[in-house]
């Protein structure tokens, strides 16, 4: 028990166990000592008897069998030498190392798909800190790409410092202190010197800081140089203290600045993002295949993630964004792309060729005669389904430029033939005033029908009764019972309905056009699961918010496109006015004058985030104070989200039928409503809106003979909101505004990747036309020569297409 230590084996378990440390924080390259570590090892073992060398030399082991050899050897060494547990030298080391093994022995077993709960030091707090953002992954904070960084690459001595510019310098600290700077706020406030001069730095309301800024350390402060009290100062800096790390990521370069929210600082979310970069940055696959980097000069996988992170210049940071975007738009690209070619390939589909005499009588019936858009878009459909390929389709349209005719055109088209066509609607107001609107284009009905979701109708020119089935979640068991029956009969023509249309126990045997309304409200994967019902029947998709072409190809890629950019004469231009908070009563008298004029109005609540039920109740709230306060005399009608369908049909019933003065809704009414009395609009909280939806909003008056009015109301003092408004009293043309939206709001808001069904865009943006362009074609390629990517060197690519897709289908949403 008072055998003398042995010093000399200390020292070699000492030397050993700073070499694997060393070993670890090298990433295992085997170059930590000159000639390898078997070598090392070969003369350690013959004193280090408990040590286990490798089953086989250290280097030829891969990367995680040389982890997990170094961590039992640390564990060896710290836990299984009995004979040294009374060597009071090596107790004090074991003591001083226990807590100290390089924080790199914690992540042996992270990769990039780990949960984030994996890293060490990360609170639970900060972990639901960062679920918030939606990152919950290691991979996801690896793509939690900066928003934009701070330049902090001025480097300067203390005596050259500049007032108002960004600026960094290196020092020594002189003085540490906790001064008061304003009564009871204790600060931090610290001296940096250097060998031109001194400074003051200070954080204000931070006292905490002064325990981990040290005397006499190294610093270095990057931040604004400010003026406080006659002397320059550098007020809430960013600081880093220097302790021998290669890399600096709060100072002295090109600081990273990430999206937020509330309690999580910057100076953890760089941490954390750089810990998990240096842990699996090598994890990463390169998918994109070698030929189409040097075709499309892109860099590496690896240094792009590096460089949009931490770049050393502006001309690193736009290479790496390049290639990062670049892949965004690829993914999409190929899937939209193989989606199309694989439709295309499905096999013979349903010739659609149509008899001339029975469409022209129904185009010569209408009120209107087709403008040239319309007939130009009417064509294109024709010949698409006049052969035996299904026809893939987008019909584009401002608001009020006249789709739904063009639609109802071609479903006839289908009848006409003997088969049956389908359109499906987002909400069941819109399939209901559908299923009203296509049952009403006669007076002609056959006889009545015994079920209220049910039209029989016979057109004149027709020697054929036409049966219109409405399909809508709302309807009792026993009529969606009868409607499946006779739609397995064949007894169905036109069948109208919401996502009710695509669930299984629903069967259209003859179906032959699937028409989807208001597109962008369905997911990538929608598109085909009602088009299934079929055999391989043609699809139209309608959408009546203008797209920038751009964004159509990133979403509607494999569609073929048809636009309808002409508003049918005789619609009423709709005068649009910005209105100051001030004026809001004015607004309530000029909507009570259009209304004791015979007319109807519309007014909009503002939009409120947090929820559909806090959304609703705020509605209820505004509408009782209208209701009560505003408009005593008059008869309001309120619409909102939480509202049965039965509701909502009874409120827009009464509405058509001028039973309601003035509707108070949420966005419920965005689009498809047809009120040709209602001659005012009101939108109030008008900025909470994007553009494109303020411009739906107002397409829901103007259509009756009435002269029209949206007015805009907004409490928002910011000056880039009040123009972003204004823009809309002097531009009417959809399209027109759909490209400042987008320049705006970006995609995720103007329609939103993710409602069509793909997961939104981190980097890319719908301006990177060039990127897009070349990554449609390279996409082209690439399903052209190998539809199914089963070429060997497309083996990576393959894999993360693969996974891709699969988020895609999991992100869609059903409900």
């Given at each position: 028990?008072?055998?003398?230590?042995?010093?000399?084996?200390?020292?070699?378990?000492?030397?050993?166990?700073?070499?694997?440390?060393?070993?670890?924080?090298?990433?295992?390259?085997?170059?930590?000592?000159?000639?390898?570590?078997?070598?090392?090892?070969e003369?350690?073992?013959?004193?280090?008897?408990?040590?286990?060398?490798?089953?086989?030399?250290?280097?030829?082991?891969?990367?995680?069998?040389?982890?997990?050899?170094?961590?039992?050897?640390?564990?060896?060494?710290?836990?299984?030498?009995?004979?040294?547990?009374?060597?009071?030298?090596f107790?004090?080391?074991?003591?001083?190392?226990?807590?100290?093994?390089?924080?790199?022995?914690?992540?042996?077993?992270?990769?990039?798909?780990?949960?984030?709960?994996?890293?060490?030091?990360?609170?639970?707090?900060?972990?639901?800190?960062?679920?918030?953002?939606?990152?919950?992954?290691?991979?996801?904070?690896?793509?939690?790409?900066p928003?934009?960084?701070?330049?902090?690459?001025?480097?300067?001595?203390?005596s050259?410092?500049?007032?108002g510019?960004?600026?960094t310098?290196?020092?020594t600290?002189?003085?540490?202190?906790?001064?008061?700077?304003?009564?009871?706020?204790?600060?931090?406030?610290?001296?940096?010197?250097?060998?031109?001069?001194?400074?003051?730095?200070?954080?204000?309301?931070q006292?905490?800081?002064?325990?981990?800024?040290k005397?006499?350390?190294?610093?270095?402060?990057?931040?604004?140089?400010?003026?406080?009290?006659?002397?320059?100062?550098?007020?809430?800096?960013?600081?880093?203290?220097?302790?021998?790390?290669?890399?600096?990521?709060?100072?002295?370069?090109?600081?990273?600045?990430?999206?937020?929210?509330?309690?999580?600082?910057?100076?953890?979310?760089?941490?954390?993002?750089?810990?998990?970069?240096?842990?699996?940055?090598?994890?990463?696959?390169?998918?994109?295949?070698?030929?189409?980097?040097?075709?499309?000069?892109?860099?590496?996988?690896?240094?792009?993630?590096?460089?949009?992170?931490?770049?050393?210049?502006?001309?690193?940071w736009?290479?790496?964004?390049?290639?990062?975007?670049?892949?965004?738009?690829?993914?999409?690209?190929?899937?939209?792309?193989?989606q199309?070619?694989?439709?295309?390939?499905?096999?013979?589909?349903?010739?659609?060729?149509?008899?001339?005499?029975?469409?022209?009588e129904?185009?010569?019936?209408l009120?209107?005669?087709?403008?040239?858009?319309?007939?130009?878009?009417?064509?294109?459909?024709l010949?698409?389904?006049?052969?035996?390929?299904?026809?893939?389709?987008?019909?584009?349209?401002?608001?009020?430029?006249?789709?739904?005719?063009?639609?109802?055109?071609?479903?006839?088209?289908?009848?006409?033939?003997?088969?049956?066509?389908?359109?499906?609607?987002?909400?069941?107001?819109?399939a209901?005033?559908?299923?009203?609107?296509i049952?009403?284009?006669?007076?002609?009905?056959?006889e009545?029908?015994?079920?209220?979701?049910?039209r029989?109708?016979?057109?004149?020119?027709?020697?054929?009764?036409?049966?219109?089935?409405?399909?809508?979640?709302?309807?009792?068991?026993?009529?969606?019972?009868?409607?499946?029956?006779?739609?397995?009969?064949?007894?169905?023509?036109?069948?109208i309905?919401?996502?009710?249309?695509?669930?299984?126990?629903?069967?259209?045997?003859?179906?032959?056009?699937v028409?989807?309304?208001?597109?962008?409200?369905?997911?990538?994967?929608?598109?085909?699961?009602?088009?299934?019902?079929?055999?391989?029947?043609?699809?139209?998709?309608?959408?009546?918010?203008?797209?920038?072409?751009?964004?159509?190809?990133?979403?509607?890629?494999?569609?073929?496109?048809?636009?309808?950019?002409?508003?049918?004469?005789?619609?009423?231009?709709?005068?649009?006015?910005?209105?100051?908070?001030?004026?809001?009563?004015?607004?309530?008298?000029?909507?009570?004058?259009?209304?004791?004029?015979?007319?109807?109005?519309?007014?909009?609540?503002?939009?409120?985030?947090?929820?559909?039920?806090?959304?609703?109740?705020?509605?209820?709230?505004?509408?009782e104070?209208?209701?009560?306060?505003?408009?005593?005399?008059?008869?309001?009608?309120?619409?909102?989200?939480?509202?049965?369908?039965?509701?909502?049909?009874?409120?827009?019933?009464?509405?058509?039928?001028?039973?309601?003065?003035?509707?108070?809704?949420?966005?419920?009414?965005?689009?498809?409503?047809?009120?040709?009395?209602?001659?005012?609009?009101?939108?109030?909280?008008?900025?909470?809106?994007?553009?494109s939806?303020?411009?739906?909003?107002?397409?829901?008056?103007?259509?009756?003979?009435?002269?029209?009015?949206?007015?805009?109301?907004s409490?928002?003092?910011?000056?880039?909101?009040?123009?972003?408004?204004?823009?809309?009293?002097?531009?009417?043309?959809?399209?027109?505004?759909?490209?400042?939206?987008?320049?705006?709001?970006?995609p995720?808001?103007?329609?939103?990747?993710?409602?069509?069904?793909?997961?939104?865009l981190?980097?890319?943006?719908?301006?990177?036309?060039?990127?897009?362009?070349?990554?449609?074609?390279?996409?082209?390629?690439?399903?052209?020569?190998?539809?199914?990517?089963?070429?060997?060197?497309?083996?990576?690519?393959?894999?993360?297409?693969?996974?891709?897709?699969?988020?895609?289908?999991?992100?869609?949403?059903?409900?």
């Open positions: 028990m008072n055998e003398k230590p042995n010093i000399d084996l200390i020292e070699k378990i000492q030397r050993l166990y700073k070499i694997l440390q060393h070993e670890v924080l090298n990433k295992y390259n085997n170059k930590t000592v000159i000639g390898g570590l078997d070598k090392l090892l003369i350690l073992a013959i004193d280090l008897k408990f040590l286990t060398k490798p089953n086989t030399s250290y280097s030829n082991l891969n990367k995680e069998e040389r982890a997990q050899w170094i961590k039992n050897t640390l564990n060896q060494i710290l836990t299984s030498i009995p004979e040294l547990q009374l060597s009071k030298s107790n004090n080391f074991k003591k001083k190392n226990s807590t100290q093994i390089p924080t790199e022995k914690r992540y042996y077993n992270i990769n990039i798909d780990s949960n984030i709960n994996e890293l060490p030091n990360l609170t639970k707090r900060t972990q639901s800190k960062f679920k918030n953002l939606g990152i919950e992954k290691i991979i996801d904070l690896i793509y939690f790409f928003a934009r960084h701070y330049d902090f690459t001025d480097i300067r001595k203390i050259t410092l500049q007032f510019n960004e600026q310098i290196i020092g600290v002189t003085k540490v202190g906790q001064p008061n700077v304003w009564p009871k706020k204790k600060s931090t406030e610290i001296i940096i010197s250097d060998e031109s001069g001194k400074i003051r730095a200070i954080w204000f309301n006292p905490w800081l002064s325990k981990s800024i005397l006499n350390s190294k610093i270095i402060i990057s931040g604004k140089v400010n003026v406080f009290r006659n002397r320059l100062v550098f007020e809430s800096p960013q600081y880093e203290i220097i302790n021998g790390q290669k890399d600096l990521i709060h100072t002295g370069r090109l600081v990273p600045i990430y999206r937020t929210t509330s309690g999580l600082a910057q100076r953890t979310i760089r941490k954390t993002v750089k810990q998990s970069i240096d842990i699996t940055i090598d994890q990463l696959t390169e998918f994109i295949p070698n030929k189409i980097l040097d075709e499309v000069n892109l860099i590496n996988l690896k240094n792009a993630i590096l460089q949009i992170h931490y770049p050393k210049s502006n001309q690193d736009n290479i790496a964004r390049k290639r990062l975007a670049f892949d965004e738009l690829f993914l999409i690209q190929l899937l939209v792309i193989q199309k070619e694989t439709w295309r390939k499905i096999g013979s589909g349903i010739s659609l060729d149509s008899n001339e005499t029975p469409l022209n129904f185009l010569n019936s009120p209107f005669k087709l403008t040239n858009a319309q007939n130009n878009a009417l064509n294109e459909i010949n698409d389904i006049s052969i035996d390929r299904p026809m893939r389709r987008l019909l584009q349209g401002d608001v009020g430029s006249g789709k739904t005719v063009v639609a109802l055109a071609s479903l006839l088209v289908s009848v006409f033939k003997g088969y049956c066509g389908a359109i499906m609607v987002p909400t069941e107001v819109l209901e005033q559908h299923f009203m609107t049952s009403s284009l006669t007076d002609e009905i056959s009545p029908s015994n079920y209220k979701n049910i029989k109708l016979k057109l004149p020119y027709l020697n054929k009764i036409i049966n219109i089935g409405l399909l809508i979640g709302s309807l009792t068991k026993k009529e969606k019972k009868e409607l499946n029956i006779k739609l397995e009969n064949n007894e169905i023509d036109i069948l309905g919401t996502h009710a249309l695509i669930q299984d126990s629903v069967k259209i045997p003859r179906l032959a056009l028409i989807i309304d208001e597109q962008h409200r369905f997911g990538v994967n929608q598109r085909g699961l009602l088009s299934d019902k079929g055999n391989k029947p043609h699809l139209l998709a309608m959408s009546a918010t203008p797209i920038p072409r751009s964004l159509a190809l990133t979403i509607f890629g494999d569609l073929d496109i048809s636009i309808i950019n002409e508003i049918p004469p005789g619609r009423q231009p709709i005068r649009t006015r910005f209105l100051e908070p001030e004026k809001r009563e004015s607004a309530y008298k000029f909507l009570a004058k259009q209304v004791n004029q015979g007319r109807q109005a519309f007014i909009i609540c503002p939009l409120i985030e947090e929820s559909e039920t806090i959304q609703s109740k705020a509605a209820i709230q505004e509408y104070k209208l209701s009560n306060d505003i408009f005593p005399n008059l008869k309001l009608g309120l619409l909102h989200g939480r509202m049965s369908s039965n509701e909502k049909s009874s409120i827009m019933l009464d509405f058509k039928n001028a039973k309601i003065d003035i509707l108070v809704s949420t966005a419920v009414i965005e689009v498809g409503i047809d009120i040709p009395n209602a001659s005012t609009i009101l939108i109030d909280g008008a900025e909470r809106f994007g553009l939806q303020l411009h739906q909003f107002r397409g829901r008056v103007g259509r009756g003979q009435y002269e029209s009015y949206c007015i805009l109301l409490e928002s003092k910011n000056q880039d909101s009040r123009e972003r408004l204004k823009l809309l009293e002097r531009i009417t043309n959809g399209f027109e505004l759909a490209e400042e939206d987008l320049k705006i709001r970006g995720g808001d103007h329609i939103g990747t993710k409602q069509s069904g793909l997961p939104n981190n980097i890319a943006t719908i301006n990177d036309y060039d990127i897009l362009s070349i990554a449609r074609n390279e996409a082209i390629k690439i399903i052209e020569k190998d539809p199914e990517l089963n070429e060997p060197e497309l083996k990576k690519l393959k894999a993360k297409f693969l996974e891709y897709s699969n988020k895609v289908l999991i992100e869609t949403n059903y409900s």
